[in-house]
Nanobody, 125 residues
Framework: QVQLVESGGGLVQAGESLKLSCAASDSIFSLHAMGWFRQAPGKQREWVATITTGISTNYADSVKGRFTISRDGAKNLVYLHMNSLKPEDTAVYYC???????????????????WGQGTQVTVSS
């Protein structure tokens, strides 16, 4: 039902920054949490960050201090600000949304109800 579309991916050099956007068809305030996942070549999809309607945020240890998740409710947008990018950040980045409330960190794919198609981020060394 909820459509999510990611954008902003591209090719960058190590150390550079990139900002991803996720546009939702519904108000993000109707969704308990929005998250970002990524899947690198040859690896399984992993959780990156989550933001709730209460603007509580959580990050994977691998990106903490470098990535920032934020939202703009008026525009139904969720962002992932990626700084100090590393080659190991290369992956397809997916936006996800969870509809219902739960007191959890939502680090698992099964915690989410809707998914975007992904946007490629490539970091050159």
């Amino acid at each position: 039902q909820v459509q999510l579309v990611e954008s902003g991916g591209g090719l960058v050099q190590a150390g550079e920054s990139l900002k991803l956007s996720c546009a939702a068809s519904d108000s993000i305030f109707s969704l308990h949490a929005m998250g970002w996942f990524r899947q690198a070549p040859g690896k399984q999809r992993e959780w990156v960050a989550t933001i709730t309607t209460g603007i509580s945020t959580n990050y994977a240890d691998s990106v903490k201090g470098r990535f920032t998740i934020s939202r703009d409710g008026a525009k139904n947008l969720v962002y992932l600000h990626m700084n100090s990018l590393k080659p190991e950040d290369t992956a397809v980045y997916y936006c996800a949304a969870r509809r219902s409330y739960s007191s959890s960190w939502f680090p698992n794919m099964n915690d989410y109800d809707y998914w975007g198609q992904g946007t490629q981020v490539t970091v050159s060394s």
